[in-house]
């Protein structure tokens, strides 16, 4: 079927809203309507492995880079993440003590495709996340999980990575109850969890006013950084890549205690500093980092809960207040202030937003 704007300005705001709806749709599709998972064919064996390697490209790998905090803490299992163009070139030993995922909007990107290739005979499985299942990169896996994110035309992915990550949380679940590190009652508490995350996407998507504001003044930069710390560091790399994608504004991200170690070097009053920070165990170390940015004449601005926003103090330049929700599900639910952030900038410096200079929706050559 041919898809429309339904009313919206572009492609890409129209995927960002429909992020509540696809989002409950791959839940519903791997929980039914009850707390246990529901994986297609035999479903993945997690006993009996070392460890994971997970391979993609763009925001596709910053997915990935996700799914390692949520595997390695959930499940336990060490995980490795590569770019599918390093990883195919280095090489890499790859054996029967391997689960090899690849994560793929459209199943057809050259390197992902090659690097899944290379590991095909030598990783006990072949695993994929997909949107398109009738794939490449679907087909030549062992099994195929789908995203379910519907048709994503903006070239700039947006529905496609919070679903890959709603379906790489469910993978770090399942192998997480698999190998006993997961009980029943922490299962339903994070299902339920889940299915609240739809509403909390809408609160996410009422923020949008307030970040249109926001982003004319970001229009205005030349260099943006972005800072984050735990599972929110890959966010902080999707957000800067959003930006510099769509808006063609310099965009910088870091792990943010790693800010003192040279990034800080750069800060100074024209350069602003997304800060992606649930009140998590981790905050208060962040705030620390947010006032060496501020001391420095830096611009702050804090993407953060009603508490984290409080917490901060008076010094930030500008905020947006995300909902509180289970610790797990904040990437999920930060990747709309991200990308509402870029898309507005973009709107703002009147680039071609669904078509982005120089870039391709799939890039099938290598
Ligand atoms: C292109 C797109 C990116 C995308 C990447 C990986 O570079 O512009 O938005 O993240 O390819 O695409 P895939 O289809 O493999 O997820």
């Not at 009996?48 to 925001?59: E, H, K, N």
Request: hydrophobic letters at 45%.
């Amino acid at each position: 079927a041919r898809v429309d704007k339904a009313g919206h300005k572009h492609f890409m705001a129209k995927e960002i809203a429909e992020q509540p709806q696809v989002i409950g749709d791959a839940i519903s599709h791997y929980f039914g309507s009850g707390t246990d998972l529901h994986l297609p064919g035999d479903g993945i064996d997690f006993n009996g492995i070392s460890r994971m390697i997970l391979v993609a490209c763009g925001t596709a790998y910053y997915a990935c880079l996700t799914a390692k905090y949520w595997i390695e803490k959930l499940a336990g299992i060490p995980v490795e993440v590569d770019v599918a163009s390093e990883f195919r070139y280095r090489e890499p030993p790859v054996g029967e003590d391997a689960i090899a995922l690849f994560v793929s909007q459209s199943g057809e990107t050259a390197d992902t495709l090659a690097a899944l290739r290379y590991c095909a005979g030598k990783a006990r499985t072949i695993l994929s996340v997909v949107n398109v299942p009738e794939s490449s990169i679907a087909r030549e896996s062992d099994l195929a999980l789908p995203i379910l994110a519907g048709t994503e035309i903006g070239v700039a992915s947006t529905k496609a990575f919070s679903c890959q990550l709603t379906v790489l949380l469910i993978v770090a679940l399942e192998a997480a109850r698999q190998r006993g590190r997961l009980d029943a009652d922490r299962q339903a508490e994070i299902v339920t969890a889940l299915r609240g995350l739809p509403a909390r996407l809408n609160l996410a998507l009422d923020t949008e006013a307030i970040t249109e504001r926001l982003s004319q003044e970001l229009a205005e930069a030349q260099d943006v950084l972005f800072l984050g710390r735990g599972q929110m560091y890959p966010l902080a790399l999707e957000g800067a890549l959003k930006l510099k994608e769509i808006s063609y504004i310099h965009a910088e991200a870091y792990a943010s205690g790693e800010l003192k170690h040279g990034p800080i070097a750069l800060i100074d009053q024209n350069v602003p500093v997304v800060v992606m920070a649930p009140r998590d165990p981790l905050f208060d170390k962040t705030v620390s980092n947010m006032q060496e940015v501020m001391a420095r004449g830096g611009k702050v601005l804090l993407i953060s809960d009603k508490a984290g926003i409080e917490a901060a103090g008076d010094g930030i330049w500008r905020s947006i207040e995300m909902p509180v929700v289970e610790d797990l599900l904040c990437p999920i639910l930060y990747a709309i202030p991200a990308q509402l952030l870029a898309y507005h900038t973009a709107v703002a410096k009147g680039t071609d937003v669904d078509q982005p200079r120089n870039l391709a929706k799939s890039v099938t050559v290598e």
